[in-house]
Every structure is written in structure tokens, then in C-alpha cells.
């Protein structure tokens, strides 16, 4: 005797296999709909709405065939009025025809019928859009963004964007529920003062973004050179003491913005010392290399911002055993978007105990970050796969020494 858990399970499984069923019955209709296979006669005497509105939107849109797609319309309707794809598609071929008057009557109808559902609002903003019926789009639209995920909703904030084409009209018409979502979209669509204007929204309602959401808006301004604009955030959200983020390397690599950022290669192993992070207490990182290829090592680096026209000094710990070859690790400071001249710091000995390397450089004028990287160039020697550890501790840059501070003026050339 079955019990009652199996019972539940079989089901389960006849439903989903009638609810399959049903979808592949469903494709073989429109399938033969749409390649002509299926014959009129058949249409003729079917009772199934969306097959007689998928037919109809087939001669509608592929063959402009108004008469032959109002007559399955209505056949459609006949049995079932309450099927809103059907009026809706009613409404634009009427529209169609020039008879805008009935159309929009038939929208209203179809808007009332929609008025409590989640199913069939895309549709029926498209063909609001089409018949010119802005009055109806606003509270579509918010209703959308803010109550069905996914493809629609971006389709929606799309289209949103096109009729309100700035950032205070859509928030007016949107509502300030959906200011997140339009925040996202901002930045999908790169429109950097578009995003700003929605965060400064989302701030006066004290809204705090998720860290996902602020990296998002950090790495942005970063890919578009916006780095003055990135350091405040940055500073306010992440790190406001330090020039060097995680420089004792107390947390894990955040791999993005301004923060280490480590690629991979079957010819290194990269750990902490020790692996896991304790209350604040600075670690090492090792990096281990196998002597497998004459490895041109660039992997290990991070996107700073800085003050044009500044001295800083740089400084980092750093141990080694064994490194083989003529080339081995050393830092390099570069312009990140910028023009300026490479600035390599000492190469560290084959073996050597713990050693302070500090150096200073000058950022020039035109550049507002730099990069900071851990390098190692390819060897010309024969013997040139370098294998051997690394270990290195406390990187730091500042602006607080004896030499550092500003060297010259820089001026803003778009300034007025």
C-alpha cells in the first residue's frame, strides 16, 4: 500500500507532466501557426483564445493582414471575453485601421480588466505607447518597476527613461519607491549624473546601499576616468585614513575598485600568513613561484587615487628565499588614465630576511590615480623560470613625511 508521502509525490509528478504537456502542445500550435502548416479550417473552428490571438498576431504583424486578424480577434473574444491579449491586439489592429476612437475604447476596457493583475501590464504599457495614451504611463510604469522583476522591469525602466528624459522627472513620476531601481539602471546605462542624482534621492530618505551597489557605483565612476568623484565615495564608504586600502592585509582581497586586485596563473600560488583574518591583527601574503615559465608577473596590483602635483613615499616589507634569475619581484608605480613615467622601486634580493623599502615619487599634474603593482619583468637569459617565495607586509603610501606634500600647482584646464 502506497503511503501518503508517495501518493503526494505521484501527484506532483502527473501535474508537471500535464502542466508539460500542455507547453509542448502549446509550441506545436503556434510552431505550425507560424510556418503556415496549420490549416485555416482548423482555426476556423477553434475555441482556444490564445491560439486564435497568436494566429492573429501572426497575420497581423507578418502578413499586415488587419481584416483576417480582427475576424480571429473576435473569434477569440467570442469565447472567451475576458482574454486581455486579445484586446489588446484588438486595439492595435483597430487603431490601425484609423478608427483611434474605438481603439481607445478598447484599451480602457482591457485597462480595467488589468487593473488588479500582475500578468499583461508590458503589453498593455506597449500598446498605451502606441496609441499615444501617455496619461496612462506613469502609474503603469511605477507599478511595473516596482512589482514585477526581471526582463519586464528593465524593459519598463527603459522605456522610462526614453519618455522622462531627466533624473527629477523620473523621480517625480516614478515615486520614490522605485529610486533604487532606477539608480541601477543609471549605472547599467553608465549615466553617471543620473545615478549621483538618485544616491543623493536615496540618501535624504537615509536608504544605505548594499556594499554590492556601492562597489557597482565605485568601479562606474572608476571605468570612466571619474576618479575625483570615486576617491569621496570611496573615502566615505570604505576607507577615509589610508591611501593604500588593506595595505597590513587584515581582510581578504576585495578584488574591485580601489582594492587589491589578483589575477591567476598555473605558474604562482598566492596565501595569507596566517590564513584567516583575526580581530585587526596585520598578516603576510606569500607568493610561491613554481619555475614552470619565464613568468612576466603583473597579477598583484591596486587602482589608488591621489592629488595631482603631490610627493608621496611609498614603502612596503618584503622577504624572500631561493627567488631564482636576474628578474625578480619589485613594485612599479604608474598613472592609472594618465600620461606619467613609470616609477620602479628595488628588486628584491634572491634570499633576504625582512626589508623596509621607501621611496618617494611625485604624481604630475593630469593624473588623479596611479597604479601600484607588483612586477616582474620576463628574463633573457637562458636559465630564466624563476622559482621561489615572497612574502610581503605593511605597503603604505602617504603624504605625511618630510618631503611629501604639494611640489607644484595644478590648474583644471576646463576650469573658466
Known amino acids: 500500500m502506497l503511503s501518503r508521502d508517495n501518493i503526494i509525490k505521484i501527484l506532483l509528478f502527473l501535474l508537471l507532466l500535464l502542466c508539460a504537456t500542455g507547453m509542448l502542445y502549446s509550441a506545436w500550435i503556434k510552431q505550425n501557426?507560424?510556418?503556415?502548416?496549420?490549416?485555416?479550417?482548423?482555426?476556423?473552428?477553434?475555441?482556444?483564445?490564445?491560439?486564435?490571438?497568436?494566429?492573429?498576431?501572426?497575420?497581423?504583424?507578418?502578413?499586415?493582414?488587419?481584416?483576417?486578424?480582427?475576424?480571429?480577434?473576435?473569434?477569440?473574444?467570442?469565447?472567451?471575453?475576458?482574454?486581455?491579449?486579445?484586446?489588446?491586439?484588438?486595439?492595435?489592429?483597430?487603431?490601425?485601421?484609423?478608427?483611434?476612437?474605438?481603439?481607445?475604447?478598447?484599451?480602457?476596457?482591457?485597462?480595467?480588466?488589468?487593473?488588479?493583475?500582475?500578468?499583461?501590464?508590458?503589453?498593455?504599457?506597449?500598446?498605451?505607447y502606441e496609441l499615444g495614451r501617455n496619461e496612462l504611463l506613469p502609474d503603469e510604469l511605477r507599478f511595473i518597476i516596482e512589482r514585477i522583476p526581471g526582463k519586464t522591469r528593465n524593459s519598463a525602466l527603459e522605456l522610462a527613461y526614453r519618455i522622462f528624459p531627466e533624473p527629477e522627472e523620473l523621480t517625480a513620476q516614478l515615486g520614490d519607491e522605485n529610486l533604487l531601481y532606477l539608480f541601477h539602471h543609471a549605472l547599467r546605462k553608465k549615466k553617471i549624473s543620473f545615478a549621483l542624482y538618485f544616491l543623493n534621492e536615496l540618501e535624504k530618505k537615509q536608504?544605505?546601499?548594499?556594499?554590492?551597489?556601492?562597489?557597482?557605483?565605485?568601479?562606474?565612476?572608476?571605468?570612466?576616468?571619474?576618479?575625483?568623484?570615486?576617491?569621496?565615495?570611496?573615502?566615505?564608504?570604505?576607507?577615509?585614513?589610508?591611501?593604500?586600502?588593506?595595505?597590513?592585509?587584515?581582510?581578504?582581497?576585495?578584488?574591485t575598485a580601489f582594492g587589491w586586485r589578483i589575477g591567476r596563473d598555473k605558474d604562482f600560488v598566492q596565501r595569507f600568513i596566517p590564513e584567516e583574518a583575526q580581530d585587526d591583527i596585520a598578516r603576510e601574503v606569500q607568493f610561491r613561484f613554481?619555475?614552470?615559465?619565464?613568468?612576466?608577473?603583473?597579477?598583484?596590483?591596486?587602482?589608488?587615487?591621489?592629488?595631482?602635483?603631490?610627493?608621496?613615499?611609498?614603502?612596503?616589507?618584503?622577504?624572500?628565499?631561493?627567488?631564482?634569475?636576474?628578474?625578480?619581484?619589485?613594485?612599479?608605480?604608474?598613472?592609472?588614465?594618465?600620461?606619467?613615467?613609470?616609477?620602479?622601486?628595488?628588486?628584491?634580493?634572491?634570499?633576504?630576511?625582512?626589508?623596509r623599502d621607501i621611496e618617494n615619487f611625485e604624481v604630475p599634474c593630469g593624473c588623479s590615480a596611479i597604479l601600484l603593482r607588483l612586477r616582474r619583468q620576463s628574463s633573457r637569459q637562458i636559465d630564466n623560470k624563476m622559482s621561489g617565495k615572497l612574502w610581503i607586509k605593511n605597503i603604505s603610501i602617504t603624504d605625511d613625511c618630510e618631503d611629501c606634500g604639494p611640489t607644484f600647482p595644478c590648474w583644471d584646464n576646463n576650469a573658466p
Not at 619565464?294 to 613615499?313: A, C, K, M
Not at 631561493?322 to 625578480?328: A, G, I, P, Y
Not at 606619467?340 to 625582512?354: H, L, R, Y
Request: proline share 3%; charged share 25%.
Open 207 to 255: 536608504e544605505e546601499l548594499t556594499e554590492k551597489d556601492k562597489l557597482w557605483l565605485l568601479n562606474t565612476l572608476i571605468s570612466n576616468r571619474e576618479f575625483t568623484s570615486a576617491a569621496l565615495y570611496w573615502q566615505k564608504w570604505f576607507d577615509k585614513r589610508n591611501i593604500v586600502y588593506n595595505g597590513s592585509f587584515i581582510r581578504p582581497f576585495l578584488r
Open 290 to 355: 613554481k619555475g614552470w615559465k619565464n613568468l612576466n608577473f603583473n597579477h598583484f596590483y591596486q587602482i589608488i587615487p591621489v592629488q595631482q602635483g603631490v610627493r608621496y613615499q611609498f614603502s612596503a616589507s618584503m622577504k624572500s628565499e631561493k627567488l631564482t634569475t636576474d628578474q625578480r619581484p619589485f613594485f612599479q608605480i604608474s598613472g592609472y588614465g594618465c600620461s606619467m613615467k613609470p616609477v620602479n622601486f628595488q628588486m628584491v634580493e634572491p634570499t633576504q630576511d625582512w626589508t
Open 33 to 128: 501557426i507560424f510556418s503556415g502548416n496549420l490549416a485555416e479550417k482548423y482555426l476556423e473552428r477553434s475555441h482556444n483564445a490564445p491560439v486564435l490571438t497568436y494566429a492573429a498576431e501572426e497575420a497581423y504583424l507578418f502578413e499586415a493582414n488587419l481584416q483576417s486578424a480582427e475576424k480571429k480577434l473576435i473569434q477569440a473574444l467570442k469565447n472567451n471575453s475576458f482574454y486581455v491579449p486579445a484586446w489588446l491586439t484588438l486595439a492595435s489592429v483597430t487603431n490601425d485601421k484609423g478608427e483611434k476612437k474605438q481603439a481607445n475604447a478598447i484599451l480602457d476596457y482591457a485597462d480595467s480588466l488589468t487593473a488588479e493583475l500582475l500578468k499583461w501590464r508590458w503589453d498593455k504599457v506597449l500598446v498605451a
